[in-house]
Structure formats: structure tokens, C-alpha cells
């Protein structure tokens, strides 16, 4: 037999009230975001065809402080949005599953607009014409984020700086490239909701 009495119940009260306050303040303070980025760009070339690509690529951060946040983001991707020309020739008919866990550092900030760096690495795997395949890259892309309120930043990437390969199926086909690179198959806009 279990009896609640007066004093034991005033201890849980204390002990709800103080999980809510604590509640409430990890609220107050959360430093999640939530949001995604698209990325839309036409490719193709004299000798082939034209095709519409595009990228939807949600994405999950933490801010760890105002300079620092780690987040990934996971999606998925049809066509071309390799680094140099050759690779995207075949890239041509590409879709894929990606997952890219980032570092971003924020190094420029004002009340309406931040720039940034994500540094990270990325993995893709999926299909290529018929054909599965594999991909990774490391670098840098460089961003920025015009805050809108205190909650929601519209965000822009252009361009990729670092290495990327392409591992087809089967022998010596692998693609690899390593420099920088500003056109319209890396611009991404999207938008962020900060908690």
C-alpha cells in the first residue's frame, strides 16, 4: 500500500516546476535549426542533350556558438553538379542519394546579413546512366545568410572549393577533380528556421 502524502507532494510539485523552468529556459535558449537549400541549373552540350538538374537537400544544425554550428544535410539529386566540365558530361542522367555532415563557421556578421563557410565532406551514391555508382567530395562552400527576423535566414551557396571523385561500376572508369569552381550548377538558395 502506497500513500502520497502532503509533504510528498509538495516535493514533486517542486520537481515539476523545476523540469518545466528548465523546459521552458532549453527552449528559450535552443540553438537547432532546421531548413534545406535547392539547387536548380540546365546542362548539357553541343553533342548531347539538355537537362534540367536539381538538388533538394534539407538540412539539420546546431549552433554551437555565434561563430560555430555543425549540421548535415541529407537529400536527393537528379543530373548534373559536378566540379569540372568533363565530369559532368558524365553526369549526365545522375540520381542520387547524398548525405554531407559540415562544419560551418560564420565570419562576417550583422544584424541582417552573415557570411559563411560550410567545410565538410559529402557522399552520394545512386545511379548514372543505368549504371550504380558512388561519389564523395571534401571542401569548402561558401555562403551567405540574410536574416530576415530573429528566426528565419533566407541562405545562398555558390561555388565548391576541394576534391571530388566519381566511382562508377566496374573497372577504370573513376573521375576525380580538385580546384574551384563558380557557375550555375553550384548556386543553392534555401531557407533556414532558427529555434
Do not use: C
Request: hydrophobic share 45%; glycine share 14%.
Amino acid at each position: 500500500e502506497f500513500w502520497i502524502t502532503h509533504k510528498s507532494l509538495e516535493i514533486m510539485k517542486k520537481i515539476l516546476l523545476t523540469l518545466a523552468t528548465i523546459a521552458v529556459a532549453i527552449s528559450a535558449n535552443a540553438q537547432v535549426y532546421l531548413g534545406g537549400t535547392v539547387g536548380l541549373a540546365s546542362t548539357g552540350s553541343e553533342s548531347g542533350k539538355d537537362e534540367t538538374a536539381f538538388k533538394l537537400l534539407p538540412e539539420i544544425g546546431y549552433n554551437i556558438n555565434n561563430d560555430w554550428a555543425v549540421g548535415t544535410v541529407v537529400g536527393y539529386s537528379k543530373g548534373s553538379f559536378a566540379l569540372l566540365g568533363d565530369l559532368d558530361a558524365g553526369l549526365l542522367g545522375t540520381k542520387a542519394f547524398t548525405i554531407a555532415p559540415y562544419a560551418r563557421w560564420t565570419f562576417v556578421q550583422s544584424k541582417m546579413v552573415d557570411v559563411f563557410l560550410d567545410m565538410g565532406f559529402g557522399f552520394m551514391s545512386g545511379e548514372m546512366s543505368g549504371h550504380d555508382f558512388t561519389a564523395f567530395n571534401v571542401g569548402v562552400q561558401p555562403g551567405v545568410a540574410v536574416n530576415l527576423n530573429n528566426h528565419f535566414s533566407f541562405i545562398g551557396k555558390v561555388g565548391f572549393f576541394g576534391y571530388q571523385e566519381v566511382n562508377p561500376e566496374g573497372d577504370g572508369n573513376n573521375s576525380h577533380a580538385f580546384g574551384f569552381d563558380v557557375n550555375g550548377n553550384n548556386i543553392q538558395f534555401g531557407l533556414i528556421y532558427n529555434f
